[in-house]
């Protein structure tokens, strides 16, 4: 099949769906509800010709700026989890919250590839922009998400598998997107599986950092139900106030505590949930 049956055949399947209603077997549901939104509330159309957005370089040096001391902190995350994955094509990239990619780290021999899939500095790779893709609908979504080659929206990044994570704040807001692409996946589910695990894995670290940096002058009770992963990625993290009030939680304490939200938590003394010992 040439390139464009190929986009025509795509396309005429994401309208089948999105207009059957339709959840195939082997796609997953933020796929489907990102098709969803890319016909009736993006009107994007799919097998369109490519036409990626990207800022100018002021307009980018300004976005990076805003990031502060939080990039610098992600850029070293970013090559530690590159390291993990090197040699098997991937590209490390860091977008904010309008999908705007911010950095990349990218094997050299590489680079024309991904530009030309449009993974370049500057890019717009939220929804509205590129349909369904690791950075957009991980946006979207709120959550981690994995967009395997034919799950993308748009004809022409059919050939893109992309993993993205969410960062975020003390405050549970997403601050920006940790995704890992390939411009010519071949990779199966599994390993696709394996490469998510590492990217939510160094959000995670890239969202601890911040907690702690936000909460650096605050009082930080640390804890967990095993005590050996006290100190390590999945420790919750409370932070408090001189009169013991709680004024932030990481997402491993609401997990540990069993609250659905901050507002169980937040603005309540702590004794209201822990029983200390005053002897």
Not at 71 to 89: D, F, H, K, N, T
Not at 135 to 149: D, F, M
Not at 211 to 236: D, K, M, T
Request: hydrophobic share 40%.
């Amino acid at each position: 099949m040439t390139n464009l049956s190929i986009a025509t055949s795509h396309a005429s399947r994401i309208l089948h769906v999105v207009q059957n209603g339709l959840q195939p077997a082997g796609i997953e549901p933020h796929v489907t509800r990102s098709w969803y939104r890319c016909l009736r509330e993006y009107r994007i159309e799919p097998s369109a010709p490519r036409q990626n957005a990207v800022l100018n370089s002021q307009s980018l040096k300004e976005l990076q700026q805003r990031m502060g001391e939080l990039l610098p902190v992600a850029r070293a995350e970013m090559e530690s989890l590159y390291e993990q994955i090197a040699g098997s094509g991937f590209a490390v990239i860091l977008s904010d919250t309008q999908g705007v990619v911010l950095t990349t780290i990218t094997d050299p021999a590489l680079q024309r590839e991904f530009r030309e899939a449009g993974l370049s500095l500057g890019a717009l790779w939220d929804e509205r922009h590129e349909g369904t893709n690791g950075i957009g609908t991980c946006l979207a979504e709120g959550c981690p998400v994995t967009v395997h080659r034919e799950e993308h929206f748009r004809g022409y990044n059919l050939s893109l598998s992309c993993s993205g994570a969410p960062i975020l704040d003390a405050h549970g807001s997403i601050i920006g997107v940790l995704d890992a692409s390939t411009a010519n996946s071949s990779d199966s589910r599994l390993i696709q599986r394996h490469t998510m695990a590492l990217v939510n894995m160094s959000a995670h670290l890239i969202s601890r950092w911040n907690f702690l940096n936000e909460f650096s002058q605050s009082w930080i009770l640390r804890f967990h139900s095993r005590p050996e992963f006290v100190g390590l990625l999945h420790e919750a993290l409370v932070a408090m106030d001189g009169a013991g009030n709680i004024m932030a939680v990481n997402e491993s304490a609401l997990l540990q505590l069993g609250c659905s939200t901050r507002k169980a938590l937040v603005g309540f003394a702590t004794e209201k949930f822990f029983h200390f010992d005053s002897a």
